[in-house]
């Protein structure tokens, strides 16, 4: 959910990398609302620096369904996400937009299918961004630990990588394998070592 901006026509289409949010830039606690919850994966504010320094805008977009659910307000994922932004300041690193889906099929029957599209696996906070920024999807990534992350990065011509944390057991791996998608232990890893060597 986002509020309209003047659309990015006539600009030079740039190069984005999307990532996803619990389990790339923080480790999944569950339901991560308030700012002690949140921790850093290792490297994840280097591999974001990395991308600021090379060009790349950072565009983040997660689910979160604890707002669906009651868990926590909308209000309360923004506020951690300025605490993201700050620490992220502090070494000169920054996230260009944060995209949240509140929704939940569960909880929102009768929704505007074009909201619910905004939860991954859909593409609309994708192409929101697209058009906000002038994003060439072509030359753009997406990381993420979950397949419902990569099958919008494979929808939109992006290059998937994948990042075997937490939920790794229970991604259908066969797909991630078949779909030829490289797989990290860390964000920072998957910079380094897919990322970084394809601009060589
Ligand atoms: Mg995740």
Same mark, same amino acid.
């Given at each position: 959910?986002?509020?309209?901006?003047?659309?990015?026509? +006539?600009?030079?289409?740039?190069?984005?990398?999307?990532?996803?949010?619990?389990?790339?830039?923080?480790? *999944?606690?569950?339901? $991560? =609302? %308030?700012?002690?919850? @949140?921790? @850093?994966?290792?490297?994840?504010? /280097?591999?974001?620096?990395?991308?600021?320094?090379?060009?790349?805008?950072?565009?983040?977009?997660?689910?979160?369904?604890?707002?669906? %659910? +009651? !868990?926590?307000?909308?209000?309360?994922? /923004?506020?951690?996400?300025?605490?993201?932004?700050? /620490?992220?300041?502090?070494? +000169?690193? %920054? $996230?260009?937009?944060?995209?949240?889906?509140? @929704? =939940?099929?569960?909880?929102? #029957?009768?929704? *505007?299918?074009?909201?619910?599209?905004?939860?991954?696996?859909?593409?609309?906070?994708? %192409?929101?961004?697209?058009?906000?920024?002038?994003?060439?999807?072509?030359?753009? @990534?997406?990381?993420? *630990?979950?397949?419902?992350?990569? #099958?919008?990065?494979?929808?939109?011509?992006?290059?998937?990588?994948?990042?075997?944390?937490?939920?790794?057991? +229970?991604?259908?791996? /066969?797909?991630?394998? !078949?779909?030829?998608?490289?797989?990290?232990?860390?964000?920072?890893?998957?910079?380094? #070592?897919?990322?970084?060597?394809?601009?060589?």
């Amino acid at each position: 959910m986002t509020p309209s901006y003047p659309s990015a026509v +006539g600009r030079k289409p740039q190069a984005a990398f999307f990532l996803d949010r619990d389990g790339t830039l923080n480790i *999944d606690h569950d339901f $991560v =609302h %308030r700012p002690e919850q @949140w921790d @850093w994966c290792p490297g994840a504010i /280097e591999a974001v620096k990395w991308m600021n320094d090379h060009g790349l805008l950072v565009v983040v977009v997660t689910n979160q369904s604890g707002v669906a %659910r +009651g !868990r926590f307000t909308l209000e309360q994922v /923004e506020a951690l996400h300025a605490h993201a932004d700050a /620490e992220l300041a502090r070494h +000169g690193a %920054r $996230v260009d937009a944060w995209y949240v889906a509140p @929704w =939940h099929p569960k909880f929102h #029957e009768g929704l *505007d299918p074009a909201l619910l599209d905004e939860r991954k696996p859909g593409t609309a906070l994708f %192409r929101q961004a697209a058009e906000r920024f002038g994003i060439d999807f072509g030359r753009s @990534w997406m990381a993420g *630990d979950k397949t419902s992350d990569l #099958e919008p990065a494979l929808a939109l011509g992006m290059r998937p990588l994948y990042l075997a944390t937490r939920h790794h057991a +229970g991604q259908d791996r /066969e797909w991630i394998r !078949r779909n030829g998608i490289p797989t990290h232990a860390t964000l920072w890893e998957a910079v380094r #070592e897919s990322v970084i060597p394809s601009y060589l």
